[in-house]
């Protein structure tokens, strides 16, 4: 079978998945929830569009991932500056210690995925892929 961008893609994300989820499994974390997690450590206050826009969720379905880390003591929803229609999101101190803990799995994944290659090949391969999600997410295109 021939390599494709699209199998090779596909393939080193589900990888990815499933050494995360080996990692998380002892957490109680769900798959949607350790990016959430990792999100919020640099944009905690946000309001839940923007999460689903960075992590890739629809919004229902983060509406959802949100109550499960709501009910875990990982997160608080709550408005700011009286407006009643956006609910702002922040990591608990738990939460946040959790986010750190998932940081630095994200890390040792990477530094696996990344075995043997040189720093300019890592910048290389972070400049493709970049230039990808660019390609994928213009409107307009084929």
């Known amino acids: 079978m021939k390599e494709s961008l699209h199998y090779l893609l596909m393939s080193n994300h589900l990888l990815f998945q499933k050494a995360l989820l ?5 957490t109680g974390l769900t798959s949607g929830q350790p990016k959430v997690l ?3 450590r640099d944009h905690d206050g946000t309001v839940q569009k923007e999460i689903a826009l960075a992590c890739h969720i629809e919004p229902a379905s983060l509406t959802s991932v949100l ?11 709550k408005p700011l500056n009286g407006n009643r229609r956006s609910l702002f999101v922040f990591l608990t101190d738990a939460g946040k210690e959790l986010s750190t803990w998932v940081d630095t799995e994200f890390q040792k994944i990477e530094k696996k995925a990344l075995a043997g290659f ?5 910048e290389q391969l972070n400049a493709l892929l970049s230039k990808i999600m660019k390609n994928m997410n213009a409107k307009g295109g084929k």
């Open 22 to 26: 080996a990692e998380t499994k002892d």
């Open 38 to 40: 990792d999100y919020l």
């Open 67 to 77: 109550a499960g880390m709501e009910g875990k003591g990982l997160i608080t929803r």
């Open 118 to 122: 040189t720093l300019k090949e890592e």
